[in-house]
Structure formats: structure tokens, C-alpha cells
């Protein structure tokens, strides 16, 4: 069964989502890039910034998810959005973008492509000489938020149902700096634990329930997922206990920002 994404579900932490992004883009070292494609863009609040910040380029942003470039179309202004899977993406054939593009940027999405390590090589070839590959992945996946999820959807009567539904991965900052290494990339690659304090009724459990544990959410019948998702935030809140100041989520993240074509 194909998942479905929820803007509004996903933009209910908006401004801690937010901040990888600018992290990512304060490190992408492009002047005056005529071409810019965010691969993975949701609901566009953050390619919005890329318009923002080179005014004068072509930036297109492009999701597998109708839901998010519906959103992303209504809000956005001075960009293009479409419906694409970046997996048959290519610049000659999308948007208005023509050849290489020279600002290429993936934000938390490259997590949810098997193998996407493999994927690398065709996105270098997207990016013209000199351009810049930046994207950013999560790498928290032995934190509670999904290891609960996994170990209750490996129990009945949930496995049948469960079993096989996409789950995100990714790799070390080192991993991704020797593949693009050897495509001729100069690599900035570095991670970063952030600390999000979160408000609000069983805030971890909104977190995930619009990114991470989604899939597995969608996949159960609706006679089984009210009671998984009340086992899953009880042991959510158990994990991450409220303070007087909101609950912690500690969320470590991996980011890589490439230049083609300027290995040294």
C-alpha cells in the first residue's frame, strides 16, 4: 500500500524541521546560480527560501507527493512546483530548468530511497561543473522514536499488516563523503545532534506520525490502529518524559554539501 504524506501533519513543527535546512543552505557557497532544484521539496515552506536567497534563478521544486506540491503551489511564491519521483528525475526532462542545474539540494529525503548511495552518481551528473549538491538526512534511527515504533509492529496482530512498509535509513557523514570523493566532489560533510524541546499533547508522537512511523501508521486497517498508536504514544512518554520546560528530542542529523567537479 502506498503512503500518503499531511502537510499540515508535517508542518506542525515547522520551525525545528526548519533548521537543517538553513544549515545545510548557509554551507552551499553558490553566488548567482541560474538553476535550482529541491528534490524532496514537501509543502515548499523551505524552497521558498531558496527563492528568497538567489531571486534572480529558475527554482523548481519537485515531490513524489501530490498532497505536498498541491501545498507547496498554494503558498509559495516565484517557484515551480511538480510531481515527480527523484529516482526517474533528470533536469533535460522537468520544470523549467534546461542541461545541468548549478544548486541542487535534497532536505530529508533522501533517507526514504533504498540504496540510495547508488542514486549519487546520477545526481553529480545533474549538477553542472562548479555547482553544488547539498542535502541532508536524518540519522537518528536507533533513538526510541523509531526503534518503539519497529519493536511494536513486529508484534501481533500488527506484523501482518506492518511487515515490509518502507522505513527510512541512511548512512555516516563518512560514507557519503568517500562516494561523492571519488565522483570528483570536494565534501563538506559533518553531523549534528540538536536538542528540540517540543510542546504540547504527546508531542514525539506528532513528530514521528508525520514523517517517520507514517507509512507504518497508513498501513494498519482501522480496527488495529487505535490501538497502536495508543500502545505507541504510552511508550513514546515513557521514553521521552515531559519537564517543566517540554519534552526533549534528541534528533542527529547528517549533512554534505558537494562541490562537482572541484576534488582537489
Known amino acids: 500500500m502506498a503512503h500518503t504524506w499531511d502537510p499540515e501533519r508535517y508542518l506542525a513543527f515547522a520551525d525545528e524541521r526548519s533548521r537543517p535546512f538553513v544549515d545545510l543552505l548557509a554551507r552551499v557557497g ?44 498554494a503558498t509559495a511564491e516565484g517557484v515551480t512546483f511538480e510531481v515527480a519521483d527523484l529516482r526517474d528525475w533528470a533536469p533535460l526532462s522537468t520544470g523549467p530548468t534546461t542541461g545541468a542545474v548549478d544548486v541542487l539540494v535534497s532536505n530529508a529525503t533522501l533517507q526514504w530511497v533504498p540504496d540510495h548511495l547508488d542514486l549519487l552518481p546520477r545526481l553529480v551528473d ?56 571519488e565522483l570528483g566532489c570536494r565534501v563538506d560533510a559533518w553531523e549534528t545532534t540538536y536538542l528540540h524541546v517540543l510542546t504540547g499533547p504527546d508531542p514525539v508522537f506528532t513528530w514521528v506520525s508525520g514523517t517517520g512511523a507514517r507509512p507504518t501508521l497508513q ?46
Not at 37 to 66: Q, Y
Not at 140 to 155: C, K, Q, V, Y
Not at 236 to 241: E, F, H, I, S
Open 219 to 264: 498501513a494498519l486497517p482501522d480496527d488495529l490502529r487505535p490501538e497502536f498508536e495508543a500502545e505507541f504514544r504510552e511508550r513514546l512518554a515513557a521514553a521521552y518524559p515531559e519537564h517543566p520546560y517540554g519534552v526533549v528530542l534528541p534528533f542527529r542529523r547528517v549533512f554534505v554539501v558537494a562541490r562537482v567537479g572541484a576534488a582537489s
Open 126 to 181: 545533474a549538477v553542472a561543473p562548479g555547482g553544488w549538491l547539498g542535502f541532508q538526512v536524518p540519522a537518528n534511527f536507533d533513538e526510541p522514536s523509531h526503534t518503539i515504533r519497529t519493536e511494536l509492529a513486529a508484534e501481533e496482530p500488527y506484523l501482518a499488516h506492518t511487515e515490509g512498509v518502507a522505513v527510512p535509513s541512511s548512512h555516516d557523514p563518512g560514507t557519503y563523503l568517500e562516494v561523492l570523493a
Open 30 to 73: 553558490a553566488a548567482a546560480p541560474r538553476t535550482v532544484v529541491d528534490l524532496g521539496c514537501g509543502p515548499g515552506n523551505l524552497t521558498a527560501l531558496l527563492a528568497d536567497r538567489w531571486p534572480d534563478a529558475e527554482v523548481l521544486g519537485l515531490d513524489s507527493s501530490p498532497e505536498m506540491v498541491e501545498r507547496a503551489r
